[in-house]
């Protein structure tokens, strides 16, 4: 399936580009935002691998992987990157995940990204099951899940190991059914 190109009232899901470097690059190199997630800040080349990677796996047949920009509606500026991997052993199941930029935090864009993102797993792609993990502090991304409509399903022990420490994850997913009667 290419190009994606999904819709919110206030946001949309489009495929990344080569010219999506330094908007991503303000995300994945800042500290504060990366502080919870799995990986540590990049470097903008790193970036622009990211991406060439992503632009790559989107021709892909199958296509198994869905790194998307997050972007305002309004005027098509990247705030945010998404992510739906399928899981090559179960393939109606897949992992997501996304991260947006700390200029909009607090301004429900999250729930409404994730929404975009389920939206398209489970409408587009059909999965049956799709699960993210969080960092146990990363209170926001767990109030953002639940509103969104994901369960909190339990905790990897010692799941990633970020700057020389084990961290666990929280697991938040939601099933196809339960998508269908939100």
Same mark, same amino acid.
Do not use: C
């Given at each position: 399936?290419?190009?994606?190109?999904?819709?919110?009232?206030?946001?949309?899901?489009?495929?990344?580009?080569?010219?999506? +470097?330094? @908007? *991503?690059?303000?995300?994945? =190199?800042?500290?504060?935002?990366?502080?919870? !997630?799995?990986?540590?800040?990049? %470097? $903008?080349?790193?970036?622009?691998?990211?991406?060439?990677?992503?632009?790559?796996?989107?021709?892909?047949?199958?296509?198994?992987?869905?790194?998307?920009?997050?972007?305002?509606?309004?005027?098509?500026?990247?705030?945010?990157?998404?992510?739906?991997?399928?899981?090559?052993?179960?393939?109606?199941?897949?992992?997501?995940?996304?991260?947006?930029?700390?200029?909009?935090?607090?301004?429900?864009?999250? +729930?409404? @990204? *994730?929404?975009?993102?389920? =939206?398209?797993?489970?409408?587009?792609?059909? !999965?049956?099951?799709?699960?993210? %993990? $969080?960092?146990?502090?990363?209170?926001?991304?767990?109030?953002?899940?639940?509103?969104?409509?994901?369960?909190?399903?339990?905790?990897?022990?010692?799941?990633?190991?970020?700057?020389?420490?084990?961290?666990?994850?929280?697991?938040?997913?939601?099933?196809?059914?339960?998508?269908?009667?939100?």
């Amino acid at each position: 399936m290419y190009p994606i190109s999904r819709y919110s009232q206030r946001l949309a899901l489009r495929e990344l580009t080569a010219a999506d +470097v330094d @908007a *991503v690059f303000g995300i994945y =190199g800042d500290p504060g935002i990366t502080k919870y !997630l799995s990986f540590e800040p990049r %470097a $903008r080349e790193q970036v622009r691998q990211i991406i060439d990677r992503s632009i790559a796996s989107a021709g892909a047949s199958p296509r198994n992987e869905y790194a998307l920009a997050i972007t305002e509606r309004k005027d098509n500026g990247l705030i945010g990157v998404g992510r739906i991997a399928v899981d090559p052993h179960q393939p109606r199941g897949a992992t997501f995940g996304f991260a947006l930029h700390s200029s909009v935090w607090g301004a429900g864009y999250g +729930v409404e @990204a *994730v929404r975009l993102l389920l =939206g398209l797993g489970f409408g587009d792609l059909r !999965l049956h099951r799709i699960w993210g %993990a $969080r960092a146990p502090l990363n209170e926001a991304s767990a109030r953002t899940m639940t509103k969104a409509g994901m369960v909190e399903e339990g905790v990897i022990r010692q799941h990633i190991e970020k700057a020389g420490q084990w961290r666990d994850s929280v697991v938040h997913s939601m099933l196809e059914s339960e998508w269908a009667s939100a």
